[in-house]
């Protein structure tokens, strides 16, 4: 009696868990930060960060750090007063799931001192 119930709630839990290992939900608050830094995490300027493929204990340590005062910015202090722990959470899984950008750093350029 229990092998006919047993196996396939044990089969469709594991499909649930590998589905959502590769497709994270949107979390709800990603449009306020896509502005800056892309809903991919590839930043629309230069001067914003990449943040596709960043650890994710990074990302939420960084975001805790804007939001305690412990990592001053005006412009990503202004963004993290309203994010919960767990919209950090879900912020942090979105943009560390993302794929990196290839970047190669380029020594001739502006940054390089021509
Ligand atoms: C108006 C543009 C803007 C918006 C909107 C914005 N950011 Fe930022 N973000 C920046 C800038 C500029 C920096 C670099 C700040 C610094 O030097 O500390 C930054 C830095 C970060 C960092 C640290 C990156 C690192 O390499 O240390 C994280 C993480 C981050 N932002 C996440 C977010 C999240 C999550 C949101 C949405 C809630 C968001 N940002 C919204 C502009 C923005």
Known sequence: MSMKIIVPAVLSLAAFASAHADTP???????????????????????????????????????????????KNPIMGAQVGTLSDVDIQQLAAWFSQQPAKDYVPDIDGPVGGK
Not at 45 to 53: D, H, T
């Open 25 to 71: 939900a949107k979390p709800d608050k990603l449009v306020v930060c896509a502005a800056c830094h892309g809903e991919n995490g590839v930043a629309l300027q230069p001067i914003y960060p990449n943040l596709a493929g960043q650890q994710d204990s990074y990302i939420e340590h960084a975001l805790h750090a804007y939001k305690s005062g412990e990592r």
